[in-house]
């Protein structure tokens, strides 16, 4: 097996098993703003730009931007039918709506200041059309399967293995777009709504919504850098910024909620 292999199988699945731990540790708010971090798609553009090459790489990342659009199109009908109904009904509404939007997307294809543009001001409006999240309750919690966090990490290492295997054939446009596939949205969203209540994962995806500020700050840079700087420092730009503004965005979460 390459390193390069072993990477794509090992890295983003442990990063999903540790966003689940602090799920359950410190609650679903703080699990959606941390899950939001580009856990995912900042492993798929990397393999992507040593693959294809920065320039490549680079279409994908604007590409990144605009799809805060389809996550936001996941996240948002799979909340407002789970305040109704079990998670395999509410997945179905989030990927139906996710992938129009992926196609939608697709024949747009924006430059990066529209995408940029066009996700910030998707992220400033969001917030606001979550439905109210259903009572946390003991009777909504089940206890949790021996094969939870398993079963997570193999789905998000069989998307980084397709996404990666095919984007030469999709191009950058789509690579972009579906390496922002909902894979810890939907992942997430499910199992929550499974074991800890409907509740539970209306307030994980509502709480994603302010870490996807740092997401788009990540692909915003990188996509600006790659052509420039090349492949290491671009990234080493990209995941600075995406840190502090997972900061900045976790400071404005606290005041609101002091002053709340």
């Given at each position: ?17 540790l966003?689940?731990?602090?799920g ?126 398993p ?29 922002m ?40 840079v ?39």
């Open positions: 097996m390459s390193v390069l292999l072993f990477l794509k199988l090992a890295l983003v699945p442990s990063l999903i098993a966003v689940t731990l602090a359950r540790r410190w609650g679903a708010s703080l699990a959606g703003w941390l899950s939001a971090f580009p856990v995912v798609s900042a492993p798929i553009l990397f393999f992507v730009s040593l693959e294809q090459g920065p320039q490549f790489a680079a279409q994908a990342a604007t590409a990144t931007v605009s799809a805060v659009l389809c996550i936001l199109a996941f996240g948002l009908p799979y909340a407002w039918v789970a305040t109704r109904h079990a998670w395999p009904l509410a997945s179905l509404a989030g990927f139906a709506c996710y992938f129009m939007a992926v196609a939608l997307l697709a024949l747009w294809s924006p430059g990066l200041p529209l995408a940029a543009a066009a996700a910030a001001l998707a992220l400033l409006l969001a917030p606001r059309l979550y439905p109210q999240a259903p009572p946390l309750t003991a009777a909504a919690v089940r206890p949790a399967s021996r094969a939870d966090i079963l997570r990490m193999i789905a998000s290492a069989l998307l980084v293995l397709l996404v990666t295997h095919f984007s030469a054939r999709m191009g950058p446009q789509l690579s972009g777009l579906f390496a596939f909902p894979v810890m949205a939907s992942v997430l969203a499910m199992f929550s709504h499974h074991y800890q209540g409907a509740g539970f994962a209306v307030l994980m995806l509502r709480g994603m919504v302010l870490g996807y500020w740092s997401f788009a700050a990540f692909c915003s990188l996509a600006l850098a790659l052509p420039r700087a090349g492949i290491p420092l671009a990234f080493a730009a990209a995941l600075a910024t995406a840190v502090g503004v997972l900061g900045l965005t976790r400071l404005f979460a606290l005041r609101r909620a002091r002053s709340g």
